[in-house]
């Protein structure tokens, strides 16, 4: 039976791309943050100061950002499936690469420039399981789907120990064995949706970049998304620099905190689905702001391993909330969409290290990068609530009731292509 948080039809298929949408996910995630897992042991071999640390973690976040939108309009326009597998064949370069030669500190930034393409599986899975699934029920589908930052936890638990046996050029050549097995389960499982629009007008994308709700949707990621990712990457450095844990200890808490954030990733989307993503959202902002401001004091060890971790927990429910509003708004061009917010929560997750290694390098402490980012979090809170003053769809959310079509209901501000689909609509939880 399809997956299904509540009353509605799915399609045959859907379970099974679901699935295999999350192992892509998964892989891509376990390479996109390898090089933070192997961090403290690659920057003890290449003698890499906190700067450098910070830019080794950094460029596959951003290189992932990059290339999320191009792929993201490459699904819209062609087979997503077909993407996904290439992306996956791709990897297999960079992996062989950082296995068999020598590499300094320019080649080590290159081969991270590669690794972050796994970053765009993003702008894959989302689209491929999305167009599935109903507007009501994109909360907990993309919810398990994104559970793939899972992967996260993968990186941080084995990585370090592989690295401490074998070395860590080693552990990039074993990373291939799971990227071919997960080649052939997407291969043999994930399914293009037969509701996939054939051709869409690029005018289509070009009304989509002119939304002002999809910039704002790509700040609020930026803040929730970035923040996960980012901490998935410098928390290693964090604890080993700050509390001088070692490689296997610090990948031990980092894991715990990423594990927590990925749980509760489906659970996040569901109460986005019941409460509304806008409401769930700003609980997120206000609890990872105080939790950011508390990081600040630079705690005890435990004290500060628990903030990170329910930091983790609602930033993986942030996450959730903010794809539970995209594909409502943009169903129809869901590939561009996804792949241009996906774009920003990259990239906030390459500023996060790269602002705490030149604030630990120039000011000898990570305080004042915690307050900073306590501050980027306060800001995207007080933008929430202006939008929600300002306008009336941001202060109510919409759900379907009962079966409404899959792939042919597209969400505006608030508008519905579909009159049988506008009768079954109603304005939920407002907020006035």
């Given at each position: ?317 942030g996450n959730s909330a ?105 304005p939920l939880l407002c907020?006035?």
């Amino acid at each position: 039976m399809p997956l299904v948080p509540s009353k509605g039809r799915a399609l045959p298929s859907a379970s099974l791309t679901v699935f295999a949408s999350f192992l892509h996910f998964d892989t891509c995630y376990i390479i996109w943050v390898l090089l933070g897992a192997l961090s403290v042991s690659i920057s003890a071999s290449l003698h890499l100061n906190p700067a450098q640390q910070g830019w080794m973690v950094a460029i596959p976040p951003l290189s992932g950002s990059l290339f999320r939108f191009p792929i993201g309009l490459l699904c819209d326009r062609f087979s997503t499936k077909r993407v996904g597998v290439a992306l996956l064949l791709f990897l297999f370069l960079p992996l062989l690469l950082g296995w068999l030669i020598p590499v300094n500190f320019p080649a080590l930034l290159g081969i991270g420039l590669m690794l972050g393409v796994a970053g765009a599986s993003f702008a894959v899975v989302f689209s491929l399981a999305s167009r599935w699934y109903p507007p009501s029920q994109q909360g907990f589908v993309m919810g398990i789907v994104a559970a793939g930052n899972s992967g996260t936890v993968i990186a941080n638990l084995f990585a370090p120990q592989l690295s401490s046996m074998y070395g860590w050029h080693a552990v990039l050549g074993m990373t291939m064995i799971p990227l071919a097995v997960i080649l052939l389960v997407f291969l043999l499982m994930a399914k293009e949706s037969p509701l996939k629009p054939k051709s869409i007008p690029i005018s289509r994308y070009v009304t989509a970049l002119g939304k002002a709700d999809l910039w704002w949707f790509c700040l609020f990621y930026s803040a929730t998304a970035g923040g996960s990712v980012g901490l998935s990457t410098f928390l290693p450095q964090f604890f080993s620099n700050q509390y001088h844990l070692n490689a296997i200890a610090a990948g031990y808490l980092t894991a715990a905190a990423a594990l927590m954030g990925s749980l509760l990733r489906p659970v996040g989307g569901y109460v986005a689905d019941t409460l509304g993503g806008v409401r769930t959202l700003t609980g997120v902002f206000v609890v990872v702001f105080a939790l950011y401001a508390l990081a600040s004091l630079l705690l005890p060890i435990g004290l500060t391993a628990m903030l990170f971790i329910i930091s983790m927990i609602f930033l993986g429910i942030g996450n959730s909330a903010v794809f539970q509003l995209v594909p409502q708004c943009f169903r129809t061009e869901i590939g561009v969409a996804t792949g241009l917010v996906g774009a920003f929560g990259g990239i906030g997750g390459f500023f996060v290290p790269i602002l705490m290694g030149n604030v630990e390098l120039n000011l000898h402490s990570y305080a004042p990068g915690w307050i900073m980012l306590a501050g980027f979090m306060l800001m995207a809170l007080v933008v929430l609530r202006i939008l929600a003053t300002l306008h009336r769809d941001w202060r109510c959310s919409w759900a379907v009731l009962g079966e409404a079509e899959p792939a042919t209901t597209v969400v505006g501000r608030p508008q519905l292509t579909s009159p049988a689909t506008l009768k079954k609509m109603q304005p939920l939880l407002c907020d006035e």
